[in-house]
C-alpha cells in the first residue's frame, strides 16, 4: 500500500500558493511542487502528523473532496526521491536506523592528512602557513618526509582504527 513517508517535510513558499517545497528527512530530496501534487502526498499520509516541540504548526488547508490524483511519471519520481514508499511506518524506521547507523559508521573512521613538506610556494592567499616558508626559526620544518616515513604512516594506519575498534 502506498502511503506518504513519515520524513516528508512541507514547506510554504512566501507569496506563491500554488506551489510548495518537499523535503525529505533522510534521503536528503528537496522538491518544488505544486499544491495539487503537495496535497495527494499529505492525502496518503497515516495516522496523527507529528507536532513541533515547541509552538504549533500553522494550520493546514483542509483537503477538499477527492484529490487528483498526479501521473504515473509523477509518482514514480516521488518514490524514487522518498516521498512516498511502500513500506510501513515500522519498516521505513527501520531504514533510516540502519542508514543513520552506516553514516555514523563513515563518520567515525579517522581522516588521515599528509603534510609531506612545507617548503612549497603555491602562494595561497588564505594560508595560514605561509610564514614557514621565510621564517628562518621554521627551517627544521622545511623538508620533505622520506619514503620510509610514508610507509610508517600506511602501516601504523590498520594499528590505530584496532586500536578504536574500527573493523579492516
Not at 1 to 23: C, H, Q
Request: net charge neutral; with cysteine; glycine share 4%.
Amino acid at each position: 500500500m502506498l502511503r506518504a513517508s513519515s520524513y516528508t517535510i512541507y514547506v510554504d513558499w512566501p507569496d506563491n500558493s500554488d506551489e510548495m517545497l518537499l523535503v525529505h528527512g533522510f534521503t536528503g530530496a528537496y522538491d518544488k511542487v505544486s499544491r495539487r501534487v503537495a496535497t495527494y502526498i499529505r492525502s496518503l499520509e497515516v495516522g496523527r502528523p507529528p507536532q513541533p516541540l515547541y509552538g504549533a504548526w500553522s494550520a493546514e488547508q483542509a483537503l477538499d473532496g477527492c484529490v487528483p490524483l498526479p501521473s504515473e511519471q509523477t509518482i514514480a519520481v516521488l518514490k524514487k526521491r522518498g516521498y512516498l514508499t511502500e513500506l510501513s511506518q515500522a519498516d521505513e524506521e527501520r531504514l533510516f536506523h540502519k542508514i543513520a547507523a552506516l553514516l555514523h559508521k563513515q563518520q567515525c573512521r579517522p581522516n588521515y592528512v599528509f603534510m609531506p613538506t612545507y617548503d612549497y610556494n603555491l602562494r595561497c592567499p588564505y594560508c595560514f602557513q605561509n610564514h614557514m616558508r621565510t621564517d628562518p626559526a621554521c627551517r627544521h620544518l622545511r623538508y620533505t618526509i622520506s619514503q620510509q616515513l610514508v610507509d610508517h604512516i600506511f602501516a601504523a594506519m590498520p594499528q590505530i582504527e584496532a586500536h578504536h575498534g574500527l573493523p579492516a
